[in-house]
């Protein structure tokens, strides 16, 4: 009997010695990011601005170092359980930073949501990530797509545009974003006609463009983003379009692309929750020290990164890199965390989405120049969300 306590006593020892351990080792930063297809060069702006913020705080989180573990989710839905899993369970991580693609984020939020594993969404919209789906362990860093659709729709009924065409990929950001921009254009007085759309990651616009050089709508509205968005405003502009139908988008229309779509893009008005030339001190020092750390321009992309990290930072370093341990307080003080963002200050609504201002955006050069305010503040109405 003695001999069974002793073994007993001394095994809890050993494994309260574990958990300590385990604490002063690395935290376990898993990336599931897509490093291949459209939304490629996505991904690594998002993983560069996250290492950016971090490195800024001394390559650490709360004190710990930062052991790195990626997949490439390829911006696959049906992917997206197994490779969310290889960090869930295969690399035990920590946290989860992921990813751009909606479809993929859903899968990933599920995951996240049945395992309790933090995760920080750096891009995708999916608005059920901080609506049916939301978990006290899940946080977005960007936007619900319900947002920039309506920031953008309010702005093209403010410029008078009465009949809208929306044109997008078939999944969920595409149909969320053009809910949002109906919602607010025909709020503003305007009617959405006929919706036109094609199955992701598809390029081939021409019958689209015919049916659109046809209706002639007064605007067309549209979803793209990455290689997608690059094709998409070229072959609007060579199809003659632009002189006709005024184009309009939210801004991943025109966000990491401008060089690629050139003489094609000029002009182009948007609305979203970043642009390249908001003349603030955070927002010029953040712009400084990502030229020269990666000798390339950041966008909305490194920018959602760069705030992920912020959150996870507030969190970690609250708790002095506990982050298992714990983890309650670390939800807690990312719940309340004010951003410093190079955007703009931004607090996180009750479902852990940004509340934060979205910006009118024209295409001057290679920059998405801010002239205005499309919304102050837009909170993301959290629907269908539990918490
Ligand atoms: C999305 O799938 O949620 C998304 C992808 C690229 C840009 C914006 C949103």
Redesign the pocket.
């Known amino acids: 009997m003695k001999n069974t306590l002793t073994f007993a006593v001394g095994a809890i020892a050993l494994a309260a010695h574990l958990t300590a351990a385990a604490q002063t080792g690395p935290v376990k930063v898993g990336l599931m990011l897509p490093a291949t297809g459209t939304?490629a060069a996505?991904g690594d702006m998002i993983e560069k601005g996250f290492k950016l913020a971090i490195d800024e705080q001394g390559g650490k989180l709360g004190g710990r170092e930062i052991q790195y573990f990626k997949v490439d989710d390829e911006s696959d839905p049906s992917k997206a359980t197994d490779n969310v899993n290889k960090l869930i369970k295969r690399d035990q991580v920590d946290v989860i930073i992921g990813t751009?693609?909606?479809?993929v984020?859903l899968g990933m939020a599920k995951a996240a949501k049945d395992s309790n594993t933090l995760l920080i969404v750096p891009?995708?919209?999916?608005d059920a990530v901080t609506g049916p789906m939301c978990a006290p362990n899940i946080f977005r860093s960007s936007f619900s797509?319900w947002q920039p659709g309506y920031a953008t729709g309010g702005v093209a009924a403010q410029k008078g545009y009465k009949k809208a065409m929306p044109l997008t990929w078939n999944?969920?950001?595409g149909a969320e974003t053009v809910k949002g921009f109906k919602e607010a254009f025909e709020k503003g007085g305007g009617k959405v006609t006929k919706d036109l759309n094609l199955p992701f990651p598809n390029v081939e616009f021409q019958a689209l463009l015919t049916q659109i050089a046809a209706e002639k709508p007064d605007v067309v509205f549209a979803f793209f983003?990455?290689g997608g968005a690059v094709k998409f405003v070229k072959d609007y502009d060579a199809a003659g379009l632009r002189k006709t139908v005024p184009l309009m988008g939210s801004g991943?229309l025109t966000d990491g692309t401008l060089e690629a779509q050139g003489a094609s893009a000029q002009g182009l008005i948007t609305a979203l929750h970043y642009g390249d030339e908001i003349n603030t001190p955070r927002n010029n020092a953040f712009r400084n020290k990502f030229a020269v750390t990666y000798k390339a321009n950041p966008d909305v992309y490194a920018l959602q990164g760069y705030d992920a990290a912020q959150m996870l930072l507030a969190g970690a370093n609250a708790v002095k890199g506990d982050v298992t341990g714990k983890r309650d307080a670390l939800i807690a003080a990312m719940r309340k965390v004010q951003i410093d963002s190079p955007r703009g200050k931004f607090t996180l609504s009750p479902q852990h989405n940004p509340t934060q201002d979205f910006y009118i955006r024209e295409v001057k050069g290679n920059y998405n120049v801010v002239t205005g305010i499309a919304v102050k503040a837009l909170a993301d109405p959290g629907r269908g969300c539990k918490m």
């Open positions: 939304f996505l751009v693609h909606s479809g984020a891009n995708a919209g999916a797509n999944y969920a950001a983003a990455g991943f």
